[in-house]
Antibody
Framework: QVHLQESGPGLVKPSGTLSLTCAVS?????????WTWVRQTPGKRLEWIGE???????NYNPSLESRVTISLDKSKNQFSLELRSVTAADTAVYYC?????????????WGQGTLVTVSS | DIQMTQSPSSLSASVGDRLTITCRAS??????LNWYQQKPGRAPKLLIY???TLQSDVPSRFSGSGSGTDFTLTISSLQPEDSATYFC????????FGPGTTVEI
């Protein structure tokens, strides 16, 4: 069974950088699946942030692309999210998830989520 | 970008009711449509993928249908534990989510 766990600061200052890590167990990030970040706003909307493949190839939400980087650390079996120049609008619960290629790219396993608040 | 809409945004129903939620894509997504259930304080849970395939361990009262731009999630006989918010997601291009439908029982 795949288990994902997000970690990182819960509070980030405006104009700063949000950095989160997702530790994966029960599966290898070097397998044939993509790995993704999704966030949920205080209004409960889900927003796809981006995804990364084992090769390091990444796709991003066009509305965030200029501020986002998703990266892999194969030695630790984890992947990370960096969001720069944050504002209060980036306050959300951030989830990492597995994009299951065997299930037509559905998100079959999710982390529990971590709340990140942008505030001074 | 592909935009997703859902209707209704919320509803109230009774145990045993048959319930249908609609999801519409702004362009053809073939069958690349997934449904998730989310309860307060929890991560979304995959219910149905590729339009109509039930995820393992999901009760058979849940079903999905549709293709192209119009999709539905049906709960054949509503149970108390089905009180939740339901989201659709297209995975044809990136992974846009619908705004959600909150079901109150």
């Amino acid at each position: 069974q795949v288990h994902l766990q997000e970690s990182g600061p819960g509070l980030v200052k405006p104009s700063g950088t949000l950095s989160l890590t997702c530790a994966v167990s029960g599966d290898s990030i070097s397998s044939g699946n993509w790995w993704t970040w999704v966030r949920q706003t205080p209004g409960k909307r889900l927003e796809w942030i981006g995804e990364i493949y084992r090769s390091g190839s990444a796709n991003y939400n066009p509305s965030l692309e200029s501020r986002v980087t998703i990266s892999l650390d194969k030695s630790k079996n984890q992947f990370s999210l960096e969001l720069r120049s944050v504002t209060a609008a980036d306050t959300a619960v951030y989830y990492c998830a597995k994009v299951d290629q065997s299930k037509y790219r559905s998100l079959s396993s999710w982390g529990q989520g971590t709340l990140v608040t942008v505030s001074s | 970008d592909i935009q997703m809409t859902q209707s209704p945004s919320s509803l109230s129903a009774s145990v045993g009711d048959r319930l249908t939620i609609t999801c519409r894509a702004s362009e053809n997504i073939y069958n690349y449509l997934n449904w998730y259930q989310q309860k307060p304080g929890r991560a979304p849970k995959l219910l149905i993928y590729f339009g109509s395939t039930l995820q393992s361990d999901v009760p058979s009262r849940f079903s999905g249908s549709g293709s192209g731009t119009d999709f539905t999630l049906t709960i054949s006989s509503l149970q108390p534990e089905d009180s939740a918010t339901y989201f659709c997601q297209q995975t044809y291009k990136s992974g846009t989510f619908g705004p959600g439908t909150t079901v109150e029982i």
